[in-house]
């Protein structure tokens, strides 16, 4: 089965770029790229998504390596608001495959 | 558009018991997942309902069940409660399976 590893935690100063990467090795070709994050007492919340070529919304943008093997989150200009367990998912229509989660820690 | 609803929010019972949480999905939304977060464990996946059949299936015990209705609203319920069972439980919706999954508050399920 198609796993997703990721950093457990990491660090970033406020008002700077932060990369959050994701290993997926064994993604299938019918798996799209979920990333979703979790704020202190909330349920998770979407930010993104992508199966091949990357992408951007007002929130984030996804790189996807065109192996397809690993993708990068990225928050462009980070804030305090941005704090948050991020979550990498691989979702087919047969299985949903969850990372571990990466604690984002903003300094301001 | 209503959010996703969930309840009860808060439930206490005791081991050996059972229980049933409510899920009611966005409307329009034809897949209803859950996950159980612990904080030992992070978020796991328990299962996925869409249009009232069983697409995903965590690494959960038996004890673990769940069901969705025709108006795709959902239910799960967990049978002899054990002490680990005690966790958030959050469900989330989405129009197909691999499309945008949006998360309700959760219930919190203590067991005692």
């Known amino acids: 089965d198609a796993k997703t590893t990721q950093p457990n935690s990491m660090e970033s100063n406020e008002e700077e770029p932060v990369h959050l990467p994701c290993n997926h090795s064994?993604?299938?070709?019918?798996?799209?790229i979920h990333w979703y994050r979790q704020l202190p007492s909330q349920g998770p919340e979407y930010v993104i998504h992508?199966?091949?070529s990357n992408v951007n919304n007002r929130m984030a943008s996804l790189a996807i390596a065109e192996d397809r093997k690993s993708s990068t989150l990225i928050l462009h200009r980070a804030t305090l608001r941005d704090a948050a367990v991020y979550y990498c998912i691989l979702i087919t229509l047969e299985k949903l495959t969850f990372g571990t989660g990466t604690r984002l820690t903003i300094i301001p | 558009k209503a959010g996703v609803t969930q309840t009860p929010r808060y439930l206490i019972k005791t081991r050996g018991q059972q229980v049933t949480l409510s899920c009611s999905p966005i409307s329009g939304h034809r897949s209803v997942s859950w996950y159980q977060q612990t904080p030992g464990q992070g978020l796991q996946f328990l299962f996925e309902?869409?249009?009232?059949?069983?697409?995903n299936k965590g690494n959960f015990p038996g004890r673990f069940s769940g069901r969705q209705f025709s108006n795709s609203r959902s239910e799960m319920n967990v049978s002899t409660l054990e002490l680990g069972d005690s966790a958030l439980y959050l469900c989330a919706s989405s129009l197909y399976t691999t499309d945008t999954q949006y998360f309700g508050p959760g219930t919190r399920l203590t067991v005692l």
């Open positions: 992508g199966l091949t």
């Open positions: 309902y869409f249009s009232e059949t069983q697409r």
């Open positions: 064994t993604i299938s070709g019918t798996d799209y």
